[in-house]
């Protein structure tokens, strides 16, 4: 894990345009308790805190890792769709975790590369019975994994975004290549990237926000915000708040088996 909350201040601040707000979410891996919860936490916010064009963007790795990416998926598309029908923006982006998935329906080779960093736990989601997984070979198991995945999924997972931008902030999963414009960016470097985005403090036009490298609490640096806390082993699923200048982070964190609800300014 990296150093928490390290660098120093930018000499004029990113803000959201008047009248917007976001709230973006890191990495959820399949922790459906801690994404319902947090889910919950920001439309109370969103409430408390008035009338807003709000957006809500989560920012990749829905699944693999945590026991319910079924589910995650679920509650993701249902409520992208509760957001649209009442006029509300939501945006999902592509993962590295996500791409794996797709691309493991039709190559072996990346099957086993999905399977290795947590794609096990997802096609158990998906109904694949433990014992017949451990049973298969890696050919059977595609075939598997092709007859419990159904269309609808792979439809939806394929909508999901490269990256978005809003005000002074531009969101992807990974990080970008420094000094390659953001329309520019490669697909692998938005999903894939650590170094040298990480350790860069490089300017980059728009404050990155990412998630994609695990932090144990959410790391702010003058040119990027990294808000993947590590919900699949941590039990904390972060989400920023942006509004104008404002920053502030929400948390849903399970402490002796209950999930409580961190505001942080």
Known sequence: MRKLFAGTASASAPRIPDGERVFAIGDIHGRLDLFEALMSAIEA???KRGPARTTVILLGDLI???????????LARQWQQERRAAGQAMHILMGNHEE???????????????????????????G????TYAAASWEELQILMQQAVAQEWIDFIGTFEASLRLGDYAFVHAGIRPGVALDAQT?????????????SEQVHGSTIVHGHTITEAPEIRHNRIGIDTGAYQSGRLTALVLEGEEKVLLSTMVNEDKISICLEK
Not at 64 to 74: E, F, I, K, Q
Not at 128 to 131: A, L, Q
Not at 192 to 197: D, L, T
């Open 45 to 47: 916010e969103d409430q």
């Open 64 to 74: 693999d890792r945590g026991p319910a990416s079924l589910g995650v998926l679920a």
């Open 187 to 199: 697909p692998a470097d938005l999903r894939w990237i650590r170094e040298p985005f990480l350790s």
């Open 128 to 131: 694949i019975d433990e014992k």
């Open 100 to 126: 794996m998935m797709l691309e493991s329906l039709e190559r072996v080779e990346v099957l086993r590369h999905f399977v290795q960093h947590g794609g096990r736990e997802t096609l158990l989601s998906f």
